[in-house]
């Protein structure tokens, strides 16, 4: 794989792949959160102050049959303009004359912005011709859509098979990779992950892929009922997965014989019901009475989960600890973000990895207290599954 820093980028077009797939403002129209675009703005720099010229691809929304205003990439012109600081032109169409046009007259130091690639069925679908009628609109391709690693489309994955010589990954992308790697393989021990979040299902691949590589495993969340009647504890209406009770029972061997260490919680907040005015009290979390549920983590819990963060020095955190979005039950979730942000502070390493725990992080104004906030998403987990992803495997040569 190429390295960008390497790449010389003077009269090239670079194609770049990005993740401009950003919430619109229902009233104005206009972008909501323009993150995806800033953490865009390092690679996009880079080519232009190298002398290049910027291409820029992505998906936008989930058009179902084709060209479809609503989702249409037309209305980040200003947001993208205002952050780029330079005129961007757009091709209402990403492939064909238009665009061809559009190419042949970008001037190094120009942006030239792609119409949505999902408007063709064929960039979901990973099609070859589509990927390379897209490949000679630029010299170069480099990806920085982390958030669509995952996917072997054909702007993500595909395209990269005409570029044999000229493919990389933009920085956002390297920065994802590089941390994500300092989790799994070279992190300073002791290694804590801390998983929650509403199922089993969702997260057991990942705690069985991080058995081999982490010393210590905080479970909370609704997954956290399931262990507990794995071990015949009482959950009472807790969330539970009858079909995983025999995989958590491996994954509970599993650590046994590796030497990892799996924390449950020992207490709970529990509910009469799934309400912000429901009763409330703190119980054992394996003696859950009959008509209440477990939506938090307990005290005593919070405390042990603290110490145990306090003494890591490599921090995964994926998933809220309870049912955070609801006040009574957002404690938990809060009293691990604190921990790892004094983790953090104390010399740790940690790394917040997208959906909610990355929500509560930013509500809680911490998001400058931890190491790295993944934009990853499904790709971030599928990594830690230990899955290839096919857009970084189409970079390699
Ligand atoms: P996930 O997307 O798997 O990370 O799950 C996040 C969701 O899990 C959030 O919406 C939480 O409200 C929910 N959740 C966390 N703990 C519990 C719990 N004990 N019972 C039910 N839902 C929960």
Not at 119 to 140: H, N, R
Not at 148 to 176: D, N, Y
Request: charged share 20%; hydrophobic share 40%.
């Amino acid at each position: 794989m190429t390295n960008i820093i390497d790449f010389n980028f003077f009269q090239k077009k670079a194609l770049i792949r990005v993740d401009f797939n950003v919430p619109l403002d229902k009233t104005s129209g206009l972008v909501a959160d323009d993150k995806r675009i800033r953490a865009a703005l390092p690679t996009i720099q880079h080519v232009l102050k190298g002398g290049g010229s910027v291409i820029l691809m992505s998906h936008f929304g989930r058009p179902k049959n084709g060209p479809d205003e609503s989702f249409s990439l037309k209305k980040i012109i200003p947001c993208l303009t205002n952050l780029v600081g330079c005129k961007v032109h757009f091709a209402y169409d990403c492939i064909g004359e238009e665009a061809t046009f559009l190419s042949n007259k970008l001037q190094p130091g120009e942006v030239l912005l792609l119409e949505n690639v999902r408007f063709y069925k064929e960039e979901t679908m990973g099609d070859m011709a589509f990927a390379e009628k897209l490949s000679f609109l630029g010299d170069c391709f480099v990806n920085d859509a982390f958030g669509t690693a995952h996917r072997a489309h054909a702007s993500t994955t595909q395209i990269a098979t005409f570029f044999p010589q000229a493919k990389m990954m933009g920085f956002l992308m390297r920065g994802e990779i590089e941390t994500a790697e300092k989790v799994m393989k070279n992190g300073q021990k002791p290694i804590t992950a801390i998983i929650g979040g509403a199922k089993v299902s969702d997260k057991i691949l990942i705690v069985d892929n991080l058995l081999s590589s982490v010393n210590d495993i905080i479970i909370g969340g609704g997954m956290a009922y399931t262990f507990y009647k794995a071990l015949g504890g009482e959950i009472g209406n807790s969330l539970c997965e009858n079909e995983r009770i025999e995989a958590c029972l491996l994954i509970l061997e599993k650590a046994k014989k590796l030497g990892v260490n799996i924390h449950l919680p020992s207490d709970s907040i529990i509910a009469d019901e799934f309400s912000a005015n429901s009763q409330t009290k703190n119980c054992q979390s394996d003696n859950i009475p009959s008509a209440w549920m477990g939506l938090d983590i307990g005290e005593k819990a919070r405390d042990a989960f603290q110490n145990i963060i306090a003494k890591s020095k490599t921090i995964l955190w994926n998933g809220p600890m309870g049912v955070f979005e609801m006040e009574p039950f957002s404690e938990g979730t809060k009293s691990i973000a604190t921990a790892v942000a004094m983790a953090t502070k104390n010399g740790a390493f940690s790394l917040i990895g997208g959906g909610d725990s990355a929500a509560a992080v930013k509500k809680l104004g911490m998001e400058s207290q931890v190491s790295y906030i993944s934009t990853g998403g499904g790709a971030l987990l599928e990594y830690f599954e230990g899955k290839e992803l096919p857009g970084i495997k189409a970079l390699e040569n």
